[in-house]
């Protein structure tokens, strides 16, 4: 009895480490909806009253927007739940303002691996899912 008893507490444990990790994987968005949205936050900072917007087209394979000073577009690939954003392209204009926020936007970018997308809320996540870029869809 004993012997049964340990295979099915080992078969639980599988089970539960097994649910566990499709839990996890079921955090990540799979395909984006086209919406626009204005950046709440990059990182640990507040942008929203920058009125920073950020415009996602699936059938393009693009997202672009207002970065502060300059406007940025990426052409975006997405494997299952792994977004590589590639490489930005941005116009070229100095703003002494909004530098450092622009600067801290395309480093975040940098380092996006996924997203999370809710009804009116879009999260750009790194590898470890920790949310670079906060943005809330415009109406």
Do not use: W
Request: with cysteine; proline share 1%.
């Amino acid at each position: 009895m004993k012997k049964v008893m340990s295979i099915l507490v080992i078969i639980i444990a599988f089970a539960a480490c097994k649910s566990t990790k499709n839990k996890d994987m079921d955090k990540y968005s799979t395909s984006f909806e086209e919406k626009e949205y204005q950046l709440l936050a990059i990182e640990d900072r507040d942008v929203e009253e920058m009125d920073l917007s950020l415009r996602v087209n699936p059938k393009l394979r693009m997202i672009n927007g207002e970065s502060g000073c300059n406007n940025y577009q990426f052409n975006y690939s997405l494997n299952e739940d792994v977004l590589d954003l590639g490489y930005g392209l941005a116009t070229k204009m100095y703003c002494e303002e909004t530098m450092e926020i622009e600067n801290s936007f395309f480093g975040a970018t940098g380092k996006v691996k996924h997203f999370s997308e809710t009804e009116n809320m879009l999260y750009f996540l790194d590898k470890d899912g920790k949310v670079l870029l906060k943005a809330k869809g415009k109406k």
